[in-house]
């Protein structure tokens, strides 16, 4: 049962491209969440999605980054017209059941590295 | 504002002794925390959990103590290993806060 799946490990992008970072749950997780992590600080959340919905986004800047986890496919973070300080790990987890989920059960993948140049 | 944060940023211990971790929090109306453990290049990891009814819980090498009176957490490795070098991080999960992490670094 393979774990959480992210891709690209590390991403490299210039100023005003795009990034797309994404995100592949563990077999029967529907519950996907996005945290950021910048050098030398904690997690932060952004968002959380189930199949087809955003749950919570209050964690997500409000220009320039979306997210999405379509019925088929990975979940996807997207950040439009990146700058410097976007440059972090991102890191998505997945569980089963967010409702009633424990964190012993939300997975971490190991997350994407984004570098903006 | 309201904070999770950890006291030392790193932490060297030598093998087999035992290591402590703290991390004091702000919102006294958590209820729910976890200790994480992030390896270099990889995510976190959970190592065990607390509710605010208790003050004390066991795992496998691991303990973690809750001061609710002075808003404190702390988490104990026994007879820490080389594997055992990592950052630690505890977050407040009902507002899915994380603390910046403490790195221990286990000497042979």
């Known amino acids: 049962n393979a774990g959480v799946m992210q891709n690209p490990r590390h991403l490299v992008r210039r100023r005003g491209q795009e990034a797309r970072l994404r995100c592949s749950p563990m077999?029967?997780?529907?519950?996907v969440y996005w945290y950021r992590q910048l050098p030398e600080e904690g997690l932060k959340f952004m968002v959380y999605l189930q199949k087809e919905n955003i749950i919570d986004e209050s964690g997500m800047p409000k220009e320039r980054f979306s997210a999405e986890f379509p019925k088929e496919g990975p979940s996807i973070l997207r950040i439009q017209q990146v700058v410097r300080g976007d440059s972090a790990a991102y890191f998505c987890a997945s569980s089963p059941d967010s409702a009633s989920t424990p964190p012993d059960t939300q997975y971490f993948g190991p997350g994407t590295r984004l570098t903006v140049l | 504002g309201e904070s999770v944060g950890l006291h030392l940023p790193t932490l060297s211990v030598q093998e087999g002794d035992n290591s402590i971790i703290n991390c004091a929090y702000s919102n006294s109306a958590s209820d729910y925390f976890i200790w994480y453990k992030q390896e270099s290049g990889k995510g976190p990891q959970f190592i065990i959990d607390?509710?605010?009814?208790?003050d004390k819980r066991q795992g496998q090498r691991v303990t973690v103590l809750l001061n609710k009176t002075v808003k404190h957490l702390s988490l104990q490795i026994a007879a820490t290993q080389p594997g055992d070098s990592a950052v630690y991080f505890c977050?407040?999960?009902?507002?899915?806060?994380f603390g910046k992490g403490n790195q221990v670094v286990v000497i042979p």
């Open positions: 977050a407040e999960w009902d507002r899915l806060a």
């Open positions: 607390i509710r605010s009814n208790m």
């Open positions: 077999k029967g997780h529907s519950h």
